[in-house]
């Protein structure tokens, strides 16, 4: 045989194999083979697959094959089965002169004169078989009769994929999901801002949720999964679905159609549509939306939400538990920024620590922003091992003051904690030993920082509007 074909032969079993590693459609995959080996043996070829009764062959995909041809329709049973049955090659070098092949009058009307037929197998069973129609007739060639039985267990393949792929789709939608699966720490990218304003809600009242949990498939067809419906939120802790509907009634029409073919499916799931007026009701209460009484400022952005900073805060509380193992240190809040991770941060120490406080003003004069001490350490921290914790570090003035104070009681050592660095605005160079987050040169509120005395009270950080 010439070398030229084969080497046809070995491309295409590439290309194919290649193409099983794709997302490619069943489909696509079909064609690729199917015209393939039609090119790579000058002829025509088909790809017939037993139907879901098991009784039938259809034609799926065919290459070269007269129209005329197609439309005699599927298979007879017996026969065709038999054929494949014998899980053998089934090779018809003259079609004139096969008794038992079906159709032969139409297969000469084609114009074709030699056939080769090969099974494909799955696990150890057929399930259809590819054909090969040539228009001279032909004994097949053992390389040739291998090829396509390569072919063939690619084929076999790729149909298998097909179904694994199904079933885990399936399996993924149904499963009760874990802790650790849930993707928080990502930046989540929402779609919609009002996706982005209800996890701020959500966050507000301390509930753990999940952006675009999964994809549940509510339609398929022969070729697989036609639609899949993505609920914007899973809340685990009341193993609870969200669907926000803020958008025109059209379109809650139609989510309330997937909503209900979801529910048919998918018995188990709790799933609930949160209306615009319910949503726009629970943004006023929070203090913006259009409900809301705008008066003076309000949030612009949620920065870091509560769960995340009480995540960070522990984490900072274990760094500075092991590195002062075996001390006990003095943490020493400077009011009235730092409240709230100043109880936080001291709450999730797991070594023994003292507490203090101090606080200051600071004011504008000739000499530039001056920095006095309205009420100083209780303590005597001679010896000690301080750690002062602030809420921001900005310019660094405030603390440069501080630590320079310190320092004149004579410490053992004297490190610094802050929650937030916004480093652009830093005019001293101070080092600092546990940061919690870097946030931009924008004026933070929220989790004991103030704005005018307000918003302390936000569990979150959050942008001033
Ligand atoms: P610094 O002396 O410029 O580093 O200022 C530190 C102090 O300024 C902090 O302890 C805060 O009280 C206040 N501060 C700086 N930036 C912000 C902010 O964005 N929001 C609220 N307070 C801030
Ligand atoms: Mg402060």
Redesign the pocket.
């Known amino acids: 045989m010439a070398t030229a074909k084969v080497r046809d032969y070995y491309k295409l079993v590439r290309r194919a194999t290649a193409e099983l590693d794709t997302d490619s459609t069943l489909e696509h995959f079909s064609t690729t083979v199917i015209r393939g080996i039609a090119r790579s043996m000058d002829g025509a070829a088909s790809l017939l697959l037993l139907d879901s009764t098991g009784k039938k062959l259809v034609h799926s995909t065919s290459w070269k094959l007269p129209q005329s041809y197609l439309k005699k329709g599927v298979l007879d049973a017996k026969k065709s089965i038999a054929e494949i049955a014998k899980q053998q090659p089934m090779v018809v070098p003259d079609v004139r002169r096969s008794r038992r092949l079906q159709y032969r009058e139409e297969t000469l009307q084609a114009g074709f004169a030699s056939i080769l037929g090969v099974p494909i197998m799955a696990d150890s069973r057929p399930i259809g078989s590819i054909r090969v129609y040539l228009t001279e007739n032909k004994e097949f060639t053992n390389n040739e009769i291998e090829f396509v039985l390569t072919m063939a267990s690619l084929m076999s393949l790729a149909l298998a994929k097909q179904t694994w792929l199904k079933e885990t789709r399936d399996l993924a939608a149904i499963e009760p999901m874990e802790p650790k699966q849930l993707p928080k720490l990502k930046k989540v990218r929402f779609v919609h801002p009002s996706e982005e304003e209800f996890a701020g809600i959500l966050d507000f009242y301390n509930i753990e949720w999940v952006y675009e949990p999964r994809a549940f498939p509510i339609n398929w067809d022969k070729n697989g999964v036609t639609q899949m419906f993505t609920p914007d939120f899973y809340l685990p802790r009341y193993d609870l679905y969200v669907e926000l509907t803020t958008m025109k009634q059209r379109s809650v029409t139609a989510k309330n159609k997937k909503l209900r073919l979801l529910r048919q499916l998918y018995p188990s799931i709790r799933i609930t549509l949160l209306y615009k007026k319910d949503f726009e009701r629970m943004l006023a209460r929070f203090g913006y939306g259009p409900m809301a009484q705008a008066k003076g400022h309000g949030v612009a952005e949620v920065l870091f939400p509560a769960a995340q900073i009480q995540r960070r805060v522990r984490a900072l509380a274990k760094n500075i538990s092991k590195d002062y193992e075996g001390k006990v240190p003095l943490m020493v809040g400077?009011l009235r920024?730092v409240l709230c991770f100043m109880a936080d941060l001291i709450r999730n120490m797991s070594i023994p620590i003292n507490v203090d406080l101090m606080s200051l003003t600071?004011y504008s004069s000739d000499k530039g922003e001056v920095v006095r001490i309205t009420k100083d350490i209780a303590m005597n921290i001679e010896g000690r091992h301080v750690i002062m914790v602030?809420?921001?570090?900005?310019?660094?003035?405030?603390?440069n003051y501080l630590l320079n104070h310190l320092q004149s009681k004579k410490p053992e050592s004297l490190k610094v904690c802050t929650l937030l660095d916004?480093k652009a605005?830093r005019l001293l160079e101070i080092p600092l030993d546990y940061v919690g987050f870097e946030?931009p040169d924008?004026?933070?509120?929220g989790y004991g920082?103030?704005?005018k005395e307000e918003y302390r009270n936000l569990p979150f950080i959050g942008l001033l509007e």
């Open positions: 400077v920024g600071s602030e809420d921001i570090i900005d310019t660094g003035i405030t603390l916004k605005r946030v924008q004026f933070v509120i920082l103030d704005f």
